[in-house]
């Protein structure tokens, strides 16, 4: 067992710092996400001699297996603790770099993608937002929102950086640096400076009366029970939109606009403003979450999704196609940053990493059908647009849900305001 710090004498709120080091995590998680594996694709193809679409379903199966491994992450980050389980998936993160690297057939290369989509894309971002949530009650959402955007903001950097480091050597060396700098950045960030929780050294969530010997014990729902309750499943369901559809966009973003006349240079572009938009949405609404419920918040960004998905219907060259990168990149940042604040106000941290693991399980596996169902609505009718006019109503449906479904009923403890709606 890992001893803690001794709980005497004053020492400044540890919060900032924690705030730092899972900003940092965040960052580090770009070598399991699609952005940043995108660029090792067509390497790996001419590599190891596999078709894309092998290579794509390789990809697929990573991705649902990594996902459903997230609940049994999250359950062991509430046994054994962040620090712990930090270092552990981090270790395990880059061996599983390492022997990606090493892949020559489609079999090497399902299993690397496994093991860089569960422990890489899932499990460290599940680390990394679970401390900050134990950290922050009031300013939750501020420092999730912070975290974000700047782990965002070089997660969306890191396809450029990776390119140019492939082109200066080879995807297998470029997968072994990245095994190492997670290995050499992210393990002793865990071990010797995360703590589980501000009591572990003596302070309070907050740092309000940090010094006091008294500590509040964490309160909290189970996960079986917070799964019971309808709240959960529209959180849930939000997630699970924003992740489907954001994805699915962004995977055919250069045939859907060019479909309406932009160049695949001009689509390409239309990232850009779609990650500055996620970015400013993302340090915006962690701070509007602090101050307001989920109802509003949450029917908000859902329907700005929806306008943004239909807007994809109808886009044209020039500010049309600016108004639509920024409308789908603030709309799903949105979801994803209230979310990440809501789930721990709503059901408390006690048990937070087994319920944000259920959640980060949709979050990722929501992911991995929406591109073949978008391609398969292509080849069918030619064009986007009647699976966009279609997609664009489930937002909606969820817009509608979060405002009527009743909100759990949360001690008195917890300070960030709730709406005064029906409760149950």
């Known amino acids: 067992m890992i001893a803690t710090e001794p709980t005497t004498g004053v020492r400044r709120f540890a919060g900032p710092r924690i ?38 379903t390789a990809y697929l199966i990573g991705t649902l297996v990594g996902a459903l491994s997230l609940p049994w992450i999250g359950r062991a980050v509430d046994k054994y603790g962040t620090r712990l389980t930090m270092a552990v998936v981090a270790g395990g993160f880059s061996l599983s770099l390492i022997g990606l ?10 299993a690397g993608f496994v093991g860089i989509r569960m ?30 955007a700047i782990g965002g903001g070089v997660i969306a950097a890191s396809p450029v950086l990776l ?17 190492a700098v997670i290995a050499v950045v992210v393990i002793p960030l865990a071990l010797f400076l995360v703590r589980n929780r501000p009591s572990d050294i003596g302070q ?43 994805t699915a966009i962004a995977f055919h973003q250069i045939a859907l606009l060019g479909e309406h006349g932009l160049t695949a240079t001009e689509a390409a572009a239309n990232f850009v403003p779609q990650s500055i938009a996620g970015i400013i949405a993302t340090l915006m609404l962690g701070y509007l979450v602090d101050r307001m419920g989920p109802r509003r918040l949450l029917a908000v960004s859902m329907l700005l ?12 060259p020039g500010w049309s196609a600016l108004g639509f990168g920024i409308a789908i990149g603030a709309a799903g940042n949105a979801v994803r940053v209230i979310e990440a604040a809501m789930t721990p106000r709503l059901f408390g941290v006690a ?16 992911t991995a059908f929406s591109p073949v169902l978008f391609a398969v609505f292509y080849d069918w009718t030619d064009s986007f647009s009647l699976v966009l006019w279609i997609s664009m109503f489930i937002p909606l449906f969820v817009a509608v849900a979060a405002l009527v479904a009743p909100l759990p009923v949360t001690p008195a403890q917890t300070s960030a305001p709730l709406e005064p709606a029906v409760r149950s």
Do not use: N
């Open 204 to 246: 309070r969530v907050d740092g309000e009366l940090a010094t006091g010997t008294t500590v509040v014990p964490e309160w909290g729902v189970t996960r079986a029970e917070a799964m019971r309750h309808p709240y959960f499943w529209v959180l849930l369901s939000a997630v699970g939109a924003a992740g489907f559809f954001g």
């Open 163 to 179: 390119e140019r480091l492939i082109a200066a050597t080879d995807w297998r060396t470029a997968m072994l640096i990245e095994a």
């Open 101 to 110: 690297s090493f892949a020559t057939s489609i079999i090497g290369l399902g």
């Open 19 to 56: 705030v730092v080091v899972a900003t940092i995590v965040v960052s580090l998680t770009a070598p399991g996400q699609t952005a940043a594996i995108s660029v090792f694709l067509d390497p790996m193809i001419s590599d190891i001699g596999v078709s894309r679409t092998a290579i794509s």
């Open 305 to 316: 999704f929806a306008f943004a998905i239909a807007w994809g219907t109808v886009v044209t």
């Open 351 to 366: 048990h937070i990493g087994s319920i944000r693991g259920a959640v980060a399980s949709v979050s990722v596996g929501s």
């Open 119 to 148: 422990l890489g894309q899932g499990a460290l971002g599940l680390c990394a937002a679970t401390l900050v949530s134990r950290w922050y009650d009031k300013h939750r959402g501020t420092a999730l929102g912070i975290q974000s």
